[in-house]
C-alpha cells in the first residue's frame, strides 16, 4: 500500500472512527510565526506569565498577548480546539503546541529564553514551595472573593473558604525570612514565588476588605507586597492591569449580590442566637461547629426537639435559601435524622421532620429550625 493511502486511511480513522484523537491532534499545533499568549488583565494566574515576559523583556513580535475574546470567548469552538479546557492562559507557541495551565506555560517561558532577563530561579527552595502552596491552596479556593455561590474548592460555605484563604497566607508568611535583604520573597533575586503570588495578592488585598475584614494579610506579606508593588516597575504594572479588572468587575456591581460582601444578615438576634451563646440555658442535645440542637421548651409531642443553624446567614425561612445555603442545610437533615434515630430519646420507628416557613405556617423565630417530633 502506498504511503499516500496509509496516510488517507489513518486519517479517516481519526476523523470518523476515533474523532477525540482527531481534536487532541488539533489542540497540539500552531502554525502562527510568533508565539501568543490568550489573556485578561484581570486574570491572576495569567499575571504571572505576563511578569515573566515583562521582566525579560520579550517584545511582542516574539510573544504578543491577546484576549480571548479575539476568538469570541473561552468557551467559543476556535478557543476550545486550541484549549479544551476551556480557560486561561494558554500559549500558543509558534510552529508549535499550544501550552494550557500558567505554570507550565511559566516552566516553558523560563527555559525557552533562559539567557535573558532574570532567571526566576534562585538558589532557594522556598521560591518552589511558596508558588505549590499558592497553586493547591490558594488558587484552588480563590472564588470565594469573587464568585456568585461556592463550592469554593472542598469548602461549602464562602466562610470556610475564606477562613482556609487566611491560614494559608499566614503559612506561606510564615516561610518569609524577616531578616532578609531585598524586596523579593527571597531576598535580592527576583524569584517564580513573586511572579506567582503576587497578582493573586492583587485581589486578596482588593477583596478581603468587601467580606469585612481589615488587615487579614499577614505583617511580613502586606510589607512585601506593598514594597515590591511601589519598587519594580513591573509589578506596577501587574498591579494596574490587575487591580483595573477587579475595578471594572466592581462598578458593574459584581459584590452587591454576594453573601457576607454586599449581602448581610442585618436583623436582630433572636432568642437562638443566645441560647447558642450560651446567655440563654438549653437542654441540648447535640452540638458542632455548625449545627445546635436542643429540646423545645414548649413540646407539641411527646418527644420535640429543634435543629438550628448557629449562624443564621440570613436565613430567617426557608425561602431565603439559595445555593450559599446547601451545605449547612444538609447539614441540619442530617443531625435531625440522627436524633430521630435514638431510642433513649423517646423516639420510636420515625419521626416527624417540619419546618414551618413564615408566619403564615406558624413559625414564631426568624431564625430557620427544623421541628423533630416523635415518641
Not at 94 to 108: F, Q
Not at 280 to 308: G, R
Not at 321 to 341: D, F, P, T, W, Y
Request: charged share 20%; net charge negative.
Amino acid at each position: 500500500m502506498s504511503p499516500a493511502k496509509v496516510l488517507t486511511l489513518a486519517t479517516f480513522a481519526l476523523t470518523y472512527v476515533f474523532p477525540a484523537a482527531a481534536f487532541s491532534m488539533t489542540i497540539m499545533s500552531s502554525t502562527s510565526s510568533k508565539s501568543t499568549l490568550f489573556d485578561l488583565p484581570v486574570s491572576n494566574n495569567g499575571a504571572r506569565c505576563r511578569i515573566i515576559l515583562y521582566k525579560k523583556e520579550i517584545p511582542k513580535d516574539e510573544v504578543d498577548i491577546v484576549s480571548p475574546m479575539d476568538l469570541g470567548g473561552l468557551k467559543s469552538p476556535e478557543y476550545l480546539a486550541m484549549n479544551p479546557q476551556g480557560k486561561m492562559p494558554l500559549l500558543s507557541v509558534k510552529n508549535g503546541m499550544n501550552i494550557p495551565e500558567s505554570e507550565t506555560i511559566c516552566r516553558y517561558l523560563l527555559s525557552t529564553y533562559v539567557n535573558q532577563g532574570p532567571s526566576f530561579l534562585p538558589n532557594d527552595p522556598k521560591s518552589n514551595l511558596i508558588s505549590r502552596f499558592h497553586d493547591m491552596y490558594i488558587t484552588t479556593i480563590q472564588g470565594c472573593l469573587y464568585k456568585a455561590a461556592p463550592p469554593f474548592g472542598p469548602y461549602g460555605t464562602r466562610s470556610d473558604a475564606i477562613n482556609e484563604m487566611q491560614k494559608q497566607l499566614k503559612i506561606i508568611d510564615d516561610l518569609i525570612d524577616s531578616n532578609k535583604d531585598g524586596i523579593y520573597l527571597c531576598g535580592k533575586e527576583i524569584s517564580l514565588a513573586d511572579a506567582t503570588l503576587f497578582p493573586t495578592m492583587v485581589f486578596i488585598d482588593s477583596m478581603l476588605p468587601k467580606f469585612g475584614i481589615e488587615n487579614g494579610i499577614p505583617t511580613k506579606l502586606i510589607n512585601w507586597f506593598n514594597q515590591i508593588r511601589a519598587k519594580d516597575p513591573v509589578f506596577t504594572r501587574v498591579y494596574d492591569e490587575v487591580k483595573g479588572g477587579v475595578d471594572s468587575w466592581e462598578s458593574k456591581g459584581r459584590w452587591d449580590t454576594i453573601w457576607m460582601a454586599g449581602l448581610r444578615d442585618k436583623d436582630p438576634a433572636t432568642i437562638f442566637d443566645k441560647l447558642v451563646s450560651g446567655e440563654i440555658p438549653a437542654d441540648i442535645l447535640y452540638e458542632d461547629d455548625c449545627v445546635f440542637a436542643f429540646k423545645d421548651i414548649k413540646p407539641a409531642a411527646p418527644v420535640h426537639l429543634l435543629v438550628i443553624p448557629k449562624d443564621r446567614m440570613n436565613l430567617k425561612n426557608l425561602r431565603h435559601s439559595s445555593s450559599e445555603h446547601i451545605e449547612i442545610l444538609g447539614k441540619c437533615l442530617a443531625v435531625a435524622g440522627k436524633l430521630s434515630n435514638m431510642r433513649e430519646l423517646g423516639f420510636g420507628d420515625g419521626a416527624r421532620i417540619v419546618i414551618n416557613d413564615g408566619a403564615d405556617a406558624g413559625q414564631e423565630v426568624p431564625h430557620l429550625h427544623l421541628h423533630v417530633l416523635g415518641g
